[in-house]
Nanobody
Framework: QVQLVESGGGLVQAGGSLRLSCVAS????????MGWFRQAPGKEREFVAA???????TQLADSVKGRFTISRDSRNTVYLQMNSLKPGDTAVYYC?????????????WGKGTLVTVSS
């Protein structure tokens, strides 16, 4: 059974940083594109970042470029480093996995972790 478990959310002041982690239990982990989405109150879920194992390429939403980075460790954990946080970054952040293009189809979702940025 595939599980994606997020951690690292919390309350932070504007300008601060947080690092989110996602531990994935996927047998063929290297076959998946891993990424992060977020959903703010009253808004639709939106793409934030993606990491492709093969080649290590990354993709970031324009709204977070220069502030967020996505990375992985040598095992099965994906990180989202969030710097210079803004109140507009407040949302539930979801880890996601896709066997194809993550902005086209997500095969697995985590349950989410809440990030609250105070002004």
């Amino acid at each position: 059974q595939v599980q994606l478990v997020e951690s690292g959310g919390g309350l932070v002041q504007a300008g601060g940083s947080l690092r989110l982690s996602c531990v994935a239990s996927i047998r063929t982990f290297s076959s998946y594109v891993m990424g992060w989405f977020r959903q703010a109150p009253g808004k639709e879920r939106e793409f934030v970042a993606a990491f492709r194992w093969g080649g290590g390429s990354t993709q970031l939403a324009d709204s977070v470029k220069g502030r967020f980075t996505i990375s992985r460790d040598s095992r099965n954990t994906v990180y989202l480093q969030m710097n210079s946080l803004k109140p507009g970054d407040t949302a539930v952040y979801y880890c996601a996995a896709s066997a194809i293009q993550i902005t086209t189809r997500v095969d697995y979702w985590g349950k989410g972790t809440l990030v609250t940025v105070s002004s």
